[in-house]
T-cell receptor, first 109, second 115 residues
Framework: SQQGEEDPQALSIQEGENATMNCSYKTSINNLQWYRQNSGRGLVHLILIRSNEREKHSGRLRVTLDTSKKSSSLLITASRAADTASYFC?????????FGKGTMLLVSP | DGGITQSPKYLFRKEGQNVTLSCEQN?????MYWYRQDPGQGLRLIYYSQIVNDFQKGDIAEGYSVSREKKESFPLTVTSAQKNPTAFYLC??????????????FGDGTRLSIL
């Protein structure tokens, strides 16, 4: 299965700290996508990293991909209370996206 | 503004009743998807459609049906055969059916509960 598995399941930090979430998957991928979900809302696409890329930045987000280890990480720097949400990784092979159970991030003021 | 509209936001179903969840997009996307999300769980794919008048089963299609008569619309019917329908249902779309690099855009979901 391409399904990603996020770690940790939950993360609680203070505003201003960095948050790191990890994702592992099992099969070859074309790209890996990260999404955010606020409580009771739909998912919002954050960033996409292709299999031939090792690192990608978008604002306060930094994503790394290690295809040899079949893993990815999402780093949110200088976190804010508004970053409180669930974060999902979605490995993409040549079929549809599959989503893990997510990491629930709580950022306290 | 372009986007995906799901309605209703909350829906209640009686035992033995079929209900239909609406999903409309004005993004001119070819592909559309239905997911189910249970508490503390990830998203599971129910059905997807890459083009009008065509759709494929996802991982948990039993007890559900869909149609794709228009590019903009992809309604999901939860039939009485679905024994545990209480969940949060999300609709999504993407720009190209085989555009592997394209992200999915999501609606804000419909929460279905059994009375």
């Amino acid at each position: 299965s391409q399904q990603g598995e996020e770690d940790p399941q939950a993360l609680s930090i203070q505003e201003g700290e960095n948050a790191t979430m990890n994702c592992s998957y099992k099969t070859s991928i074309n790209n890996l996508q990260w999404y955010r979900q606020n409580s009771g809302r739909g998912l919002v696409h954050l960033i996409l990293i292709r299999s031939n890329e090792r690192e990608k930045h978008s604002g306060r987000l930094r994503v790394t991909l290690d295809t040899s280890k079949k893993s990815s990480s999402l780093l949110i720097t200088a976190s804010r209370a508004a970053d409180t949400a669930s974060y999902f990784c979605a490995p993409r092979g040549y079929s549809t996206l599959t989503f893990g159970k997510g990491t629930m991030l709580l950022v306290s003021p | 503004d372009g986007g995906i509209t799901q309605s209703p936001k909350y829906l209640f179903r009686k035992e033995g009743q079929n209900v239909t969840l609406s999903c409309e997009q004005n993004l001119n996307h070819d592909a559309m998807y239905w997911y189910r999300q249970d508490p503390g769980q990830g998203l599971r794919l129910i059905y997807y459609s890459q083009i009008v008048n065509d759709f494929q089963k996802g991982d948990i299609a039993e007890g559900y049906s869909v149609s794709r008569e228009k590019k903009e619309s992809f309604p999901l019917t939860v039939t009485s055969a679905q024994k545990n329908p209480t969940a949060f249902y999300l609709c999504a779309s993407s720009i190209q059916p085989n555009g592997v690099d394209q992200p999915q855009h999501f609606g804000d979901g419909t929460r279905l509960s059994i009375l």
